[in-house]
């Protein structure tokens, strides 16, 4: 079992920056892959980024490349996402997700998480 716990979340106004953590616990080595994702009500979750910890397997979802940057701190078992030039249509709702399945292909899915976190409310007002 892997527990998640973000931390982060508010609200900004547009062009601002929101930084995300995530803390994992437990156990952390069955499932290095960590991913973010978002949703908003009446829409499937989104991935948004994800990186292989142990690994240099990152995903950026196109809407974020360039804006947004996933980093670790394995020493902390904790995955961070740094929100830059932040737009109303990132407001969301954000996830913090654990998986065993690492390769580009597979951290941008949500079917490849096992465990998520609450969710932390990001809200990018014009």
């Known amino acids: 079992q892997v527990q998640l716990v973000e931390s982060g979340g508010g609200s900004v106004q547009a062009g601002g920056s929101l930084g995300l953590s995530c803390a994992a616990s437990?156990?952390?080595?069955?499932?290095?892959?960590m991913g973010w994702f978002r949703q908003v009500p009446g829409k499937e979750r989104e991935g948004v980024a994800g990186i292989y910890t142990h690994g240099d397997s990152t995903y950026y979802a196109d809407s974020v490349k360039g804006r947004f940057t996933i980093s670790q701190d394995n020493a902390k078992n904790t995955v961070y996402l740094q929100m830059d030039r932040l737009k109303p249509e990132d407001t969301a709702l954000y996830y913090c997700a654990a998986g065993s399945l690492c390769g580009t292909l597979h951290l941008r899915h949500s079917r490849n998480y096992n465990y998520w976190g609450q969710g932390t409310q990001v809200t990018v007002s014009s």
């Open positions: 437990g156990h952390t080595y069955s499932s290095p892959c």
